[in-house]
């Protein structure tokens, strides 16, 4: 896929997309946008429609926003975008010069509506921005990204606004960092932005999360900006004042994903060096292992065991954990760990068992 950056963003860094979740009211939609106008944004954000979780809550002031965005285009020479979930939408905006187009988590989740967007789209290069499916699926997301690519959109890039889940302790949406980071991986000419207020859904950790995405080379950060934060009519507690941002923005350390003649680069490469042979010996130690548990597979077979044994599983996973602190290792990661190595070690002992029985199977057919 060629793959193009929507406006003049190719080589723009970081991409900042700034503004309320909702438009609210005229004033408030110029009044957001006057007071972020030096603060060198990219996009200006307001959404029309809203898709909201529950009925009841505040739904989108609907097409009449719409000409205060083109106010905002007109008046302070901002680029402005809008979310679109259906074929109508589109046609809305495009009578009204919005700039770019964003297509919600819970759009991109349905093949069905992408399709009509798609469809309603078709043959207008108007730059898109798709937001990750509410739920953890890589492919759904690069599904959504083809069926706008066929239906011949090439200015596209996507955010990543985390991922919903029953119920987390910190970030409303979880971050799920490793499925954006595969897509870049796959497309490095994407334009990756993070919507750090959807990902947080609280103000005191905006700056961290940003700052982290910064770290892992996001390309831009699209932040929810209300000129009175607790007076919104929806997302309250993720917005912050456009001063805010601007101290916010100001705090961000950006970082380079090459090296020059930095003096560090070659205590870099040395330390790469040694972390690569630890990865490989890790590896080796695992391959052991699963030697072990083919053996121990083969056993329990002949003692008709089951491959699961709850008691010395749990036994494990706390000794792991008691010895990951020791260590400063998060539990979290140690549970993973464990878990992984667990599950494969299941699969190597099934397949000596299972084996065995086919084998037993073919033998007497
Ligand atoms: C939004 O950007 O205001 C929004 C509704 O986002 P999401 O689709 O990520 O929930
Ligand atoms: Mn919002």
């Given at each position: ?10 080589n ?9 979740c ?38 989108g ?8 965005l ?15 979930a259906?074929a ?24 069905f ?10 043959g ?20 959504a ?16 606004r ?18 954006p980071?595969e ?13 750090h207020?959807h990902?947080?859904?609280?103000r ?24 009175s ?33 930095h003096?560090a ?23 052991t ?32 954990i ?19 190595i ?18 037993t ?5």
């Amino acid at each position: 896929m060629e793959i193009r950056a929507p406006l003049d963003w190719a080589n723009k860094y970081p991409i900042l997309i700034a503004g309320p979740c909702s438009a609210e009211s005229e004033e408030q939609v110029l009044q957001t946008a006057q007071a972020l106008q030096n603060t060198g944004i990219d996009l200006y954000r307001a959404g029309i429609w809203k898709p909201r979780t529950r009925p009841g809550s505040f739904e989108g002031i609907g097409k009449i926003g719409l000409p205060w965005l083109r106010r905002v285009r007109n008046e302070l020479g901002m680029p402005v975008c809008t979310e679109v979930a259906k074929a109508q939408h589109v046609d809305d905006v495009l009578a009204h010069q919005i700039d770019v187009l964003w297509v919600g988590a819970r759009t991109t989740a349905n093949p069905f509506s992408v399709d009509d967007l798609a469809t309603a789209l078709s043959g207008v290069d108007i730059p898109i921005l798709i937001k990750n499916p509410t739920n953890p699926d890589y492919k759904l997301w690069l599904g959504a990204i083809e069926r706008f690519y066929r239906a011949g959109i090439r200015h596209i890039a996507v955010i990543h606004r985390g991922f919903s889940s029953y119920h987390h302790a910190i970030y409303r949406n979880v971050p799920m960092w490793q499925i954006p980071l595969e897509l870049k991986r796959h497309f490095p000419n994407l334009k990756i932005i993070c919507d750090h207020s959807h990902i947080c859904g609280r103000r005191d950790l905006l700056l961290s999360t940003a700052q982290y995405a910064m770290d892992l080379l996001f390309d831009g950060l699209m932040t929810e900006v209300h000129p009175s934060p607790d007076q919104a009519w929806s997302d309250a507690r993720q917005q912050i004042t456009p001063k805010t941002y601007q101290t916010m923005i100001d705090a961000l350390v950006l970082r380079a994903d090459h090296f020059n003649n930095h003096p560090a680069s070659e205590a870099i490469l040395k330390i790469r060096a040694s972390i690569d042979q630890l990865d490989e010996q890790i590896l080796h130690l695992i391959d052991t292992r699963m030697d072990l548990s083919e053996k121990i597979g083969q056993l329990k077979k002949q003692e008709n065991l089951s491959i699961f044994q709850p008691a010395r599983w749990d036994n494990m996973i706390k000794k792991a954990i008691r010895l990951g602190k020791e260590k400063q290792l998060s539990e979290q990661f140690v549970r993973q760990l464990l878990d992984a190595i667990h599950l494969e070690s299941i699969e190597h002992q099934s397949k000596v068992m299972n084996q065995q029985s086919q084998t037993t199977e073919q033998k007497s057919d």
